[in-house]
């Protein structure tokens, strides 16, 4: 229904002329789609593990993987309770899988992307290869692959989902499909991906067939290296301390071309400068404790903590000790768009 704002006395032709034949005048909403700075639903918050882990562990005697297909609890934003997303574009979960279970395989149009939270050797499958996660693995699932997960270990398993869910259904491009049988077959080796295409080779004659990454498990061992290493002589930058990020070895774009992911190192004390970017983003606590300022709210946060910073809020990180983050967002979507932008003040 139109609300009358900048023409009160318009009133009767908006209700009786434009109304019934579905018209709209622009002149009276135009204010709120030409902003001057992004307006988002999407508030600052934490879960800290320490206070949902029970709640999640709880879930495990309330059902099982198979009947709920996937046991997980989604981090809802507080600003957009009841539609299931942690951004505007994106759906965050904690999955959990006990020793034993099966989450059944199935394929849907939304990519996910998995983050070890906690637990060791549980697996997912995707497309055929089996991988054994551990915790600070990032691990694809790119969209419309047939996955299945499963936990042989004998201790819960708990990560980070991370879906385009929202961005898929704002597309209307939602299909999914349940495999007819439990499980998908394997029919590589574990660490087939990793091998052909994550060591600066790739076979011969391989193409690029799709603007997924072909690396299917990203162990946090290397990337943890990664940034031990570049310590040794790099500088820190001012807003991120070290950070990198995840790319497709193919084109050096995002490994999924919908979720940007990242993984930065804050050494102790060291306080980043006041940042903002365009894409709300979700972090993971891997390693350490410190204080993130958020707009006006300030977030204390410890390993496997998980908070969420929206569009265009003000953002500082303090590391008590080292601290080790990851973080996703809809980054290359947006930069694929045009639309990405960042404010790292005089930095
Ligand atoms: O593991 O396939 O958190 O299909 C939400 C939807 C996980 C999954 C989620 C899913 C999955």
Same mark, same amino acid.
């Given at each position: 229904m139109i609300v009358a704002d900048v023409r009160p006395d318009l009133m009767p032709y908006y209700k009786e002329d434009c109304d019934p034949k579905n018209l709209a005048p622009l002149w009276?909403?135009?204010h709120s789609f030409a902003r001057k700075e992004p307006k988002s639903d999407c508030q600052a918050y934490i879960w800290q593990y320490k206070n949902i882990r029970d709640t999640l562990m709880k879930s495990a005697d309330l059902i099982t993987a198979e009947q709920a297909e996937r046991r997980v609890l989604i981090l809802e934003n507080p600003g957009m309770r009841g539609r299931?997303? /942690?951004?505007?574009?994106?759906?965050?979960?904690?999955?959990? @899988?006990?020793?034993?279970? @099966?989450?059944?395989?199935?394929r849907h149009t939304q990519a996910a992307l998995r983050f070890i939270v906690e637990g060791s050797g549980a697996y997912t499958a995707v497309n055929g290869e089996k991988t054994i996660m551990e915790e600070g693995d990032f691990v694809l699932t790119p969209?419309?692959?047939?996955? #299945?997960?499963?936990?042989?270990?004998?201790? %819960?398993? /708990?990560w980070l989902d991370g879906l385009d869910v929202p961005? /898929?259904?704002?597309?209307?491009?939602?299909?999914?499909?349940?495999?007819?049988?439990k499980?998908?077959?394997?029919?590589?080796?574990?660490?087939?991906?990793?091998?052909?295409y994550g060591m600066g080779l790739a076979p011969v004659d391989y193409e690029q067939k799709s603007p997924n990454s072909p690396i299917f498990n990203y162990p946090y061992v290397r990337t943890r290296e990664a940034l031990e290493m570049m310590r040794k002589t790099e500088e820190w930058d001012l807003c991120h301390g070290?950070?990198?990020?995840?790319?497709?070895?193919?084109?050096? &774009?995002?490994?999924? %071309?919908?979720?940007?992911?990242?993984? &930065?190192?804050?050494?102790?004390?060291?306080?980043?400068?006041?940042?903002?970017?365009? #894409?709300?983003?979700v972090f993971s606590v891997v390693e350490g404790s410190g204080k993130s300022f958020i707009g006006? &709210? /300030?977030?204390?946060?410890?390993?496997?903590?998980h908070f969420v910073v929206p569009c265009w809020a003000?953002?500082?990180? @303090?590391?008590?000790?080292?601290?080790v983050l990851f973080s996703f967002s809809d980054r290359p979507v947006q930069q694929t768009l045009g639309l990405w932008r960042e404010d790292r003040g005089n930095n």
């Open positions: 009276e909403v135009l299931y997303r /942690v951004t505007t574009s994106l759906f965050a979960g904690l999955q959990l @899988i006990m020793p034993g279970e @099966i989450a059944p395989a199935h969209s419309w692959t047939w996955h #299945d997960h499963g936990n042989e270990s004998n201790q %819960p398993m /708990v961005l /898929v259904e704002t597309l209307d491009t939602t299909f999914a499909e349940p495999y007819p049988d499980i998908h077959p394997t029919t590589r080796p574990s660490g087939d991906s990793l091998a052909r070290l950070k990198l990020r995840y790319i497709n070895p193919d084109n050096g &774009q995002s490994a999924m %071309p919908t979720l940007g992911t990242f993984m &930065q190192l804050l050494p102790k004390n060291f306080e980043t400068s006041n940042y903002k970017s365009t #894409d709300a983003t006006d &709210q /300030v977030f204390e946060w410890s390993k496997r903590d003000q953002q500082k990180h @303090i590391a008590n000790e080292d601290a």
